[in-house]
C-alpha cells in the first residue's frame, strides 16, 4: 500500500523535533483537510494520495537530514530544508500561476518547496504526468523561462522523491545550485 510506504519513508527521515515547551504541535506544521480542498479548488485538479497524506502527517516539517544532499538529474537538492505548508503553496502557486508578467510555473502545477533564492520544486497535475516533481531554476544558466524544457525532472512522485533521499547512502558536500561564475 502506498501509504504504508510513504509513511516508513517518513520515519526514515530525520526531522527536527517539535519544540512543545515553547507551544509548538503538530498542527502548526500540518495542513488540514480543508486546506488541501482549497489548493484542489484553485487548480480544478485532485492532490496525489502520497502528497494529501504527507502535508496531513508531516506537512512542513524541517528536514535535518544530511542525505538530502543528493543530485537527481543535474539539481542538487540541498535547498530542500522543508516543503511549504499547504496554505503556502496554495498563495505562492496562486501569485506564479496567473497569466500575466508573473506567470513561472505550467498550468496543472503545484509549487511545494522553494529555495532562498527563488528556485521551486513544482509537483505536475495533468493527466499525464500526475504526481511528477521537477525542479525550476531561477537561474538563466538553466535555460529558466527560455524554452518548454526549463523543467527538470526530479521524481516520479513525491513518494519516489522520499525513497531517494532515503536510500542515498553517500550524501554529498551541499551544493546551491549556483554556477560558478556567478559566486563572488
Not at 511549504?84 to 506564479?96: F, G, H, I, R, Y
Amino acid at each position: 500500500m502506498k501509504a504504508e510506504l510513504i509513511e516508513h519513508l517518513c520515519e526514515g527521515i530525520s526531522w527536527a523535533e517539535i519544540d512543545e515547551e515553547f507551544g509548538e504541535s503538530r498542527s502548526v506544521y500540518c495542513s488540514t483537510e480543508s486546506d488541501l480542498n482549497a489548493i484542489e479548488t484553485f487548480l480544478n485538479r485532485e492532490l496525489p494520495n502520497d502528497y494529501r497524506w504527507f502535508m496531513k502527517n508531516y506537512g512542513m516539517c524541517e528536514i535535518e537530514d544530511e542525505r538530502v544532499h543528493i543530485t537527481l538529474n543535474g539539481v542538487s537538492l540541498s535547498f530542500l530544508a522543508a516543503f511549504k505548508s499547504a496554505d503556502q503553496a496554495l498563495v505562492l502557486t496562486q501569485m506564479l500561476s496567473e497569466n500575466g508578467p508573473d506567470k513561472r510555473i505550467p498550468d496543472e502545477s503545484l509549487i511545494i518547496a522553494d529555495s532562498i533564492s527563488g528556485d521551486f520544486l513544482v509537483m505536475d497535475l495533468s493527466n499525464t504526468r500526475f504526481g511528477f516533481i521537477y525542479f525550476l531554476s531561477n537561474l538563466k544558466p538553466w535555460g529558466a523561462f527560455e524554452d518548454s524544457d526549463y523543467l527538470v525532472l526530479i521524481a516520479k512522485s513525491l513518494t519516489d522523491l522520499l525513497l531517494k533521499i532515503v536510500e542515498n547512502d553517500s550524501p554529498e558536500e551541499p551544493d546551491f545550485n549556483i554556477p560558478e561564475d556567478m559566486i563572488r
